[in-house]
């Protein structure tokens, strides 16, 4: 049987960050399911599709081909037959994600993608629902937050590393919109698995979050 990492949390607690350096560290594969939400959500805008025509985008999900290939370690998002890597970090695409993974037919397709990734080898898989709902199962669930200052000041840190001009106030406005939008979903909202460990990163950084999870882990594997 192969060993299941589940990692939830709200946009901006560091996940991905996280998730990749642990994979790395266990030798297990990293999956970003909020990469194949944002895939489908590009598709969506490239198409004209509103966020809110639930009828269109029931009618475009069939022809929406979302996988996933490796290369050198680094998840790779193929949307019908193009790797999308590139274009769906933006906040536009990451809003579409948020409003658009409202769908159950949107869901649908992808949880099933994510099953059959966690049932194939040893994941670490971040979202919103993975504890809860992809992979009721799991060895190792975690739930991952920090306070909604302290992740706008990170992505505002980002951003201004880029040397993308950005508002601090409006980034947070931001977080705070898609925590209530991703929380308060009809279908698997956000919410922390009543068998997961909370690790709330707000005081801490990113190897003091790795050796709290990797504690959590060695426990869970000696157990
Ligand atoms: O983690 P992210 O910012 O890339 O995710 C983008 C959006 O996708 C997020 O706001 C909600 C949605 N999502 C989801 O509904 N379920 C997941 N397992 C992952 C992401």
């Known amino acids: ?10 946009a901006g607690a560091g996940k991905s960050t996280i998730a990749k350096r642990l994979a790395k560290n266990l030798g297990f594969i990293y999956v970003d399911t909020g990469a194949m939400y944002r895939a489908m959500a590009y598709y ?37 037959g193009g790797n999308v890597n ?13 409003a658009t993974s409202v769908y159950p037919v949107v ?9 059959q990734l966690a049932a194939r080898a040893d994941v ?5 629902d ?16 920090a306070s909604s200052a302290t ?5 505002f840190d980002e951003l201004v590393a880029k040397g993308i001009s950005c508002d601090l106030t409006e980034i947070e406005r931001d977080i705070i919109d898609r925590d209530y939008r991703d929380m308060h979903r009809e279908t698997s909202p956000l919410k922390q698995a009543d068998d997961a460990v909370l690790v709330d990163s707000s005081a801490m950084d990113i190897d003091e979050v790795v050796a709290a999870i ?5 426990r869970a594997i000696s157990a």
């Open 214 to 218: 990797t504690k959590v882990y060695e």
């Open 1 to 10: 049987m192969s060993m299941n990492i589940a990692i939830d949390g709200p």
């Open 44 to 80: 969506f805008l490239q198409n004209g599709i509103a966020a809110d025509d639930e009828a269109a985008i029931a009618a475009a999900c069939p022809k929406v081909d979302v996988t996933i290939a490796y290369e050198n370690s680094e998840q790779q998002v193929i949307l019908n």
């Open 86 to 98: 590139g274009v769906i970090r933006t906040e536009e695409v990451g809003n579409m994600a948020s």
């Open 107 to 115: 869901r649908e397709k992808l949880v099933e993608l994510q099953r």
């Open 151 to 155: 992740r706008a000041k990170r992505r």
């Open 130 to 145: 993975i504890g809860t709902c992809v992979l009721p199962d799991a060895q190792v669930k975690i739930y991952l937050t």
């Open 124 to 128: 670490i898989m971040d979202g919103r």
